[in-house]
């Protein structure tokens, strides 16, 4: 099944919904996201899992009205206090840790909402490195597509975009993964053959409109 991710809509360009991913940006020593891809990536599908499924009645209402319109991604980065007051906000998310890597995902949010400690958060520049850790045995396979030269912060809004996307076409494979922890292998190259998932990006950023991002096999 494919999907057209942040295709505009006629009443939500001045000030549309969006996901807000943020993720902790804490440096190494010297001077590297602290954040491995691997870690990264696990931490963010199980942050946006759990926000698609959280029951508190203000998520369920903007996911709601996020989920009619377009699935929009926004990815920011923070580090030290700046990361330590977007965590502390009274705005719905969920934070979740793992390994090296933390994230924060606020239920949809419009941009003139954003608090000025999360609009101050920083979009470019987040670059995190693979360090060749195994997947978990019951991560489900996103393949993305390194034709595209995808940034980090690209690359973890398609990911969000797919796995979203296998929950809904596919419920019953979905809800083993949900239970087994929402791990992903992440790995470049969008193979030949059958597609449960195929992400199309609008082109709003780094890619044309139209372009394969994302899909999953199983």
């Known amino acids: 099944m494919s999907h057209v991710t942040g295709a505009p809509h006629p009443h939500d360009e001045v000030d549309p919904l969006a996901l807000v991913i943020v993720v902790n940006g804490a440096k190494t020593p010297e ?16 942050a946006i899992t759990a926000m698609l ?37 009274a705005l719905p998310h969920v934070t979740v840790t793992v390994g090296s890597a933390t994230v924060a995902v606020f239920a949809p949010l419009c941009p003139s909402e954003y608090p000025p400690v999360l609009r101050s958060a920083q979009v470019a520049g987040l670059q995190a490195d ?4 195994p997947p978990h045995p019951d991560a489900i396979t996103v393949h993305v597509n390194d ?54 990006d609008a082109g709003f950023t780094e890619v044309p409109p139209g372009s394969l991002t994302a899909a999953i096999s199983l």
């Not at 998520?59 to 990815?75: G, M, N, S």
């Not at 929950?167 to 922890?181: H, L, M, S, T």
């Open 31 to 46: 001077g590297h996201l602290q954040a491995s891809a691997e870690d990264l990536y696990d931490s963010v599908a199980r």
């Open 147 to 200: 034709a595209l030269h995808m940034s980090t912060g690209k690359t973890i809004a398609q990911l969000g975009h797919a796995v979203q996307i296998f929950g809904d076409e596919c419920p019953v494979e979905a809800a083993a993964w949900i239970a087994a922890g929402c791990a992903v292998n992440v790995v470049p190259g969008i193979p030949a053959g059958p597609l449960v998932v195929r992400v199309e």
């Open 130 to 133: 693979a360090t060749g850790r």
């Open 53 to 89: 499924h959280d029951a508190r009645p203000e998520c369920v209402a903007r996911v709601r009205a996020w989920t009619d319109d377009r699935i929009r991604k926004i990815v920011k980065r923070a580090r030290n206090r700046a990361w330590q007051q977007i965590d502390a906000l």
